[in-house]
């Protein structure tokens, strides 16, 4: 007894001893007997202070990591900042990365989805011969009466438009200026059998004489062709040429909405091949050379 009361005494009079000693006492004792005998030397206030801060159960909220979405808090290490994840499963980098992707290779595939398409076009093996075309008469600079029979021995490119056009026949009627000169330099056999016709649409305003004067600003070789209206609309018939008024105002001006296409003749008058507003020169060159040198099929 006397030992204890002196213990005790040693424990309650330095007080900042007490606080010291007690929470490795309670680290070390876990037994029901280790806690009456803190009870003893301690009072009451001073051990339910230091259960509730040595408590499993109460982590302080500095010590805990919030780890990946739905697994919860975490006991980190103490004394650090706590630090919650907001990086999820896809980055904006990731969005993006496939985003260019996926633009990348619905590009290639459409290329290469039209080069399939033109490949199975070009291997398309057609049989008989189409209804465009036909006789015709109409009346050329000097005021002759012509037919097709009068170009037979060339290889005829025809296109129907009008003086007073003012973007998309003059567009066209250069392309096949330039279509002469490529075959010039590069096939000069094959350019002198070729002859650039140009027929007229608008016979009412297009006079021999309003014709001579807008030959004049096209290539050397064109001959131009007009005739009365019943001739005109009888040879854009044949050949399926769409023509109609368009804007026509209070003085009587108008322009003509027509088909923009290049009719290829053999040397018989027989068509060859067509050429649309799309193709380039180059490809109206090829196109030709093709249908000049390939031997018909019988």
């Excluded at 001959?223 to 009587?252: C, H, I, N, W």
């Amino acid at each position: 007894k006397e030992n204890k009361r002196t213990r005790s005494c040693n424990l309650t009079k330095t007080g900042q001893k007490k606080t010291m000693l007690l929470p490795r006492l309670a680290l070390t004792c876990s037994t029901a007997a280790a806690q009456r005998s803190i009870a003893r030397v301690l009072p009451r206030q001073n051990i339910q202070k230091f259960q509730r801060k040595s408590s499993p159960h109460s982590i302080s909220k500095r010590n805990m990591v919030y780890g990946r979405p739905g697994e919860g808090p975490k006991e980190g290490l103490g004394g650090q900042n706590p630090t919650i994840s907001k990086r999820g499963p896809v980055s904006w980098f990731t969005l993006g990365f496939v985003g260019v992707t996926s633009a990348a290779a619905v590009g290639y595939f459409k290329v290469q989805r039209e080069r399939r398409l033109e490949a199975a076009m070009g291997k398309i093996v057609s049989t008989g011969k189409p209804a465009i075309g036909g006789p015709w008469t109409a009346i050329d600079m000097n005021g002759q009466l012509v037919s097709e029979k009068d170009f037979f021995g060339k290889f005829t490119l025809l296109y129907f438009g009008f003086a007073r056009c003012p973007d998309i026949c003059p567009s066209e009627m250069v392309k096949v200026g330039k279509v002469m000169d490529t075959l010039k330099r590069d096939y000069p056999d094959l350019a002198e059998q070729v002859q650039p016709l140009f027929v007229t649409v608008d016979p009412a305003r297009d006079s021999i004489r309003s014709l001579k004067e807008y030959a004049q600003d096209f290539h050397p070789t064109y001959k131009f062709l007009t005739g009365t209206p019943e001739q005109v609309q009888k040879m854009a018939k044949a050949y399926r040429v769409y023509v109609s008024k368009a804007d026509e105002t209070e003085d009587g001006d108008y322009l003509v909405d027509h088909s923009i296409v290049l009719y290829f003749h053999d040397q018989q008058g027989e068509l060859l091949d067509v050429c649309t507003q799309s193709m380039k020169p180059s490809d109206v060159v090829e196109r030709m050379v093709k249908g000049m040198t390939t031997k018909p099929t019988i």
